[in-house]
């Protein structure tokens, strides 16, 4: 392989990972690329304060904002923070902890979902409802939402069932899902306050 195709190969990977999430079972080659370069695609990220966030075990890395040290100086954010809905974000948190159950289980190492499934989850923490069709409809969006992030993956024809994606792990951790019950209490709280004011 010549100089110019390893370059191609490098800048096809790093377009990649600037893009999203680099998954292994996606994309193969890049991520053998980045494999093979993995202090170089560390030290490029570094310069524009970004970090490489790599899970050989799970297959995918992404890159996320390194937190400013106390002597930095702040440099414009390149990875957006997006500001989530209650629902969006509480339907994430399920997620999370479905998956920890779920790998606590053993077995098939895929966690797939059915909508109704993930409508029940919500429902609990929602506020009651006569119309069950705008219910599914509004938890339908928040679904999409989380698809469009890349935590979840529509089944090839299997519209209504969805593989959760391993990356979620990267974005809420362990000492996140510990406050778990804590976050569960505040959604409640929101949503008993979206009633009384409703």
Known sequence: MTDIDTDLNFSAMLITLF???LYKDQHPR???T???H???VRDHVAILGLELM???VEGHACLRQRPAQDNDTELPRLVPRRQLSYPVSLLLALLRKKLVEHD???GDPRLILSR???VEMLRVFLPPTANEAKLVDRIQTDINKVVELGFLRRLRGQEDQYEVRRIIKTFIDAQWLA???QRLAEYRNHVEESDHGA
């Open 19 to 21: 893009k999203g999430v």
């Open 30 to 32: 890049h991520w053998q």
């Open 34 to 36: 980045l494999q093979d």
């Open 38 to 40: 993995q202090t170089r």
């Open 54 to 56: 790599l899970d050989d």
């Open 104 to 106: 606590a289980g053993g």
């Open 116 to 118: 109704e499934q993930m």
């Open 179 to 181: 406050e778990f019950d």
